[in-house]
């Protein structure tokens, strides 16, 4: 499947509060509840695009979406560019893409966000195709590494990431290629 990103806009509103609110019940979900309220759903989605607005404000950032020509957006992902590893995600495995040599002392960072696709297209290439585009975003603004926080509940993300290049963070938080990431 042909996968198309681009940059979200304001069109894109209700359909990034559709996929928040399916992500946010998959959280619940995975947190043991076996019928979300729907109330406390939306309370969270809400919370979570007030954080992702925060976030892009305050850091230079931005939402891409894919689309399917029948169907709309069927997945997101939210870039954010920083100065240094600052996102909390709870519950953590944490993962890097080194892109090349830092300049300077305060290399920036690239965090990636918040990544969802609709069920029936996991395993078509969306995803892929979002990490992908957001990679190159990162690379074109002079990041030094894309950094990516996911849930330890989703094993199968760090295989979708490490099939992406990415790699699992050591203890001083350095990708275990990195020639600094030598541990004392």
Partial sequence: ???????A???????ITRLTLHQCRHVAILAGEQRPDPLGLMASAIDELNETR????????AIFVSDDPYLGVIGMLTLVM??????????PRR???PLHEPVGESPRVATLLSLWVEAPYRGAGVGGALVRHAVAEARARRAGI?????????????????????????SNGLPATDARAVES
């Fill in 9 to 15: 806009g304001l069109a894109d509103l209700t359909a």
């Fill in 54 to 61: 925060r976030l892009i404000e305050r850091f230079s950032g």
């Fill in 146 to 170: 894309v950094m990516v926080a996911h849930d330890r509940r989703e094993p199968r993300l760090a295989n979708f990431y490490a099939r992406l290049g990415f790699e699992q963070l050591l």
């Fill in 95 to 97: 993962l890097a893409l």
């Fill in 82 to 91: 920083t100065r240094s590893v600052s996102i909390h995600v709870d519950n």
């Fill in 1 to 7: 499947m042909s996968a198309p990103v681009r940059r």
